[in-house]
């Protein structure tokens, strides 16, 4: 145990060396917050804030679910949300997830199978990664929103394929030209 312990002790200097080493901070209560995913200020809006507590308690629901929404977590607030996102997005059907994370990893492991291809922008989410690893499918990337480029791996490969974009690359703030890959996957069947 003690070599394990020293072992890891010196991992973490050599991180702290290269100046990689990480540590749990507060931000100041009046500092603008661009290293989350609320972009849109949203957790600090008391509004929106009072609407949740609102709509929490009119459903007579808990502000937490204890559990997976599939095994305990599933209220009918799921339900009436997807119905209206998917009225919202004319589709048959919708289905919310607690986070991106989660959709990532939960589609990217569950829909494409064994046969199927991945063909993802190079420049995706670390979380479309790792839900693809999760798959049985194989993959590639193409080059960062390079439209050739996807088009010769969608021609070079016959099998079912699925093409992963993010509309606002998080890391860069560019957008995808969805409007073109969608085109793509018509003429590929993708």
């Not at 990480?22 to 995913?37: G, I, T, Y």
């Not at 994370?101 to 990664?129: F, M, Q, T, V, W």
Request: with cysteine; net charge neutral.
């Amino acid at each position: 145990m003690q070599k394990l312990i020293q072992n890891l002790q010196g991992r973490l200097e050599r991180i702290a060396q290269n100046g990689n080493l990480r540590s749990l901070k507060l931000l100041p209560p009046a500092a603008v917050d661009f290293l989350s995913n609320d972009y849109l200020g949203y957790i600090s809006n008391s509004t929106l804030q009072e609407q949740i507590k609102s709509t929490i308690n009119k459903h007579s629901a808990s502000s937490g679910s204890g559990g997976s929404r599939l095994l305990s977590g599933n209220t009918t607030l799921y339900h009436t949300l997807e119905k209206k996102l998917a009225a919202f997005f004319q589709s048959e059907t919708a289905l919310v997830f607690n986070s991106g994370y989660a959709a990532n990893s939960g589609l990217l492991s569950a829909i494409p199978e064994r046969n199927d291809l991945i063909i993802y922008d190079e420049r995706c989410h670390a979380s479309i990664k790792d839900g693809m690893r999760l798959s049985l499918a194989s993959k590639t990337s193409f080059r960062h929103n390079d439209i050739d480029h996807l088009a010769d791996k969608l021609e070079k490969n016959k099998q079912q394929k699925f093409i992963v974009v993010e509309s606002i690359y998080s890391m860069d703030g560019d957008a995808c030209p969805l409007s073109e890959i969608v085109e793509l996957a018509k003429l590929y069947d993708a």
